[in-house]
């Protein structure tokens, strides 16, 4: 009943954060020669497949654990329409990795991406229980299954991202991501802003398997727990190149460093180490397909990968989360608005108390699934 009431309550803040902010803040001018807008005037309707995935590794040295979830694909239809934008995913068992062979995983994953005026905003929030070590046959020794499953693991990132773009008269962010844009000529902007990350791994037992084949690994640390706060700058460029106007490549690439604090924990021995150190964050999407003034046929890639100090001298961590999604969508003109402007409400009093709830929710998800 939490797992509904908090996914229900959820899906209600996402559409009033996307709308709000789309409201309350004056939307730039658009360069007609090289963008047309289609968010006054059309509903957006589209069907997808979507892939999500959140990695985790271990790094000492050239050696690596590397622990996986059993990613699943979700088969969806939403709709875009003035300052609504939907999606309804469904979870398809048939396109799973073999459970038997990678375990069963659970989780809650929501990663939202909004173009906010001259603003790009990203946030993730993923919590998942149950991974499989996909690199088992090189680090453990004498294993004869083919992976070793680690239902018990689970992770939380928290992760909030905000960047500039300079040149958004000429460039559309939307174009590729919310089919709400149509850029006709290719152009880019310079990126710069910074993030906030937050991840937290538990295991009911060491981290790092006893049976490890690398000497020394983290010491032979027995830690279970792990936590990483971390702040940082970033910079980048995004380019999109148009072929005849209806085909597009769209290229995005970030990133920075910051300040993280890392805490690895044994909670068994109540052991707990903590240090400050070195935060890099790195960004990367892509999208290309047909974009005209009816249809929009493409896919679109996000990744972020943060790498974290730990306490351990010359060792790090590595999280990584994103999706890749197809997309099919049409835009239909209406000859009547849906929503009479008489009835839209303003965003500025909204907005703050939706995105902080929307924030404190995927927090609790990591204690509610």
Known sequence: MKRISLLLITLFLFTTVKGQILISIPRTDKDTAYITDFYKKHL????????????????????????????HNNLGLGFNYRF?????????PGLDKNTGIYGRTHDFDLQTHLYVHKFIIDVYGAFYHGYYLSNTGAAITN??????????????????????????????????????????KSAGSFLLGGGIYHTTIKGDS?????????????HNSGFNNAKNNG????????????????????????GGCGINGATLSNTYSNQSDEKAGLELNLSEKFAGGYNSDKYFIGITYTRLVTTDNTTEQGARQEIS??????????????????IPKSELIPGEAIFPAAFAAQIWLMWKGNTVL
Not at 84 to 92: A, R, T, V
Not at 206 to 218: E, G, K, T
Not at 231 to 254: E, H, P, Q, R, W
Not at 321 to 338: E, H, I, Q, W, Y
């Open 206 to 218: 060491a981290l790092v398997p006893s049976n490890i084949v690398y000497q020394d690994f983290f």
């Open 231 to 254: 702040i940082g700058f970033n910079a980048g460029y995004a380019y999109t190149f148009v072929i005849k106007k209806v085909f597009f490549i769209t290229a995005y690439l970030s």
């Open 143 to 184: 294993y004869n299954d083919h992976v070793m499953l680690r239902p018990d693991i689970s992770t939380g990132n928290i992760t909030l991202e905000f960047q500039y773009v300079f040149n958004d008269q000429h460039f559309s962010y939307n174009a590729p991501f919310y089919q709400n844009e149509l850029q006709k």
């Open 84 to 92: 609504i934008s939907l999606n309804l995913g469904f979870y398809d």
């Open 44 to 71: 957006i309707i589209r069907a997808y497949e979507s892939t999500k995935f959140n990695n985790y590794k271990l790094i000492d040295g050239h050696n690596q654990l590397i622990y996986k979830p059993n990613d």
């Open 321 to 338: 989360t994103g999706n890749f999604r197809f997309t099919v969508a049409k835009r239909l003109r209406l000859k009547k608005a849906l």
